[in-house]
């Protein structure tokens, strides 16, 4: 079965600008995870939705948001972009929540974004 | 605030040279610990979910162990193809889907 898709792949922004990434979980999947993974903090925690509602959120400004839509697929945007920014975002998905998966979370191959 | 430690940053090995990543972690309360590979320019790729002390899982050449404050990942006469970076991550209670991760340990397996 297809695994969890993310696009685009690679994306390069300009400070200021504002950027929105995509993630298609695996089909029947409701629960969509984001990650921020740079070298120096490693993964870190965004947010989570599940039927349509943010259900946990991370230690990011709120220039970090995100959504989720009836098929379960799910966005997140970053406004007023900062060469911060710069990092691979991972979604990862799962069928529900509140239990930890004996098969794991399964990522995406992730966004690469440059911001310059 | 959970965190979690991994250690060494990175490690060398010799193919054939067995040996073990560490994972130290504090949580308020342990749902499960979750062992990933994640090789360069992909996504992490699940290998175990660990739920209790004492509790072990296999899969090839690598074993996971669990402690109250420990995970091992044993390396049994690994192969170039290990070569990766492996994390370590914690799910708390009540945390819903939210894992901590680990910075990662960078495997290095010389023919």
């Known amino acids: 079965k297809a695994g969890v898709t993310q696009t685009p792949r690679y994306l390069i922004k300009t400070r200021g600008q504002q950027v929105t990434l995509s993630c298609s979980p695996i089909s029947g999947h409701r629960s969509v995870s984001w990650y921020q993974q740079t070298p120096g903090q490693g993964l870190q925690f965004l947010f989570e939705?599940?039927?349509?509602?943010q259900r946990n959120k991370g230690n990011f400004p709120g220039r970090f948001s995100g959504r989720q839509f009836s098929n379960s697929r799910s966005e997140m945007n970053v406004s007023t972009l900062e060469l911060g920014d710069s990092a691979l975002y991972l979604c990862a998905s799962s069928w529900g929540i509140g239990v930890s998966p004996s098969y794991g979370y399964t990522f995406g191959s992730g966004t690469r974004l440059t911001v310059v | 605030e959970d965190q979690v430690t991994q250690s060494p940053e990175a490690l060398r090995l010799q193919e054939g040279e067995s040996s073990s990543l560490n994972c130290s972690y504090t949580v308020s309360g342990l749902r499960g610990l979750f062992w990933y590979r994640q090789d360069p320019g992909k996504g992490p790729e699940f290998l175990f979910t660990l739920y209790s002390a004492g509790e072990e899982k296999e899969k090839e050449r690598l074993k996971a162990t669990l402690t109250k404050k420990e995970s091992f990942l044993h390396i049994t006469a690994p192969k170039p193809e290990d070569s990766a970076t492996y994390l370590c991550a914690v799910q708390a209670i009540g945390a819903n889907s939210k894992l901590t991760f680990g910075k990662g340990i960078t495997l290095s397996v010389r023919p």
């Open positions: 939705y599940f039927s349509e509602t």
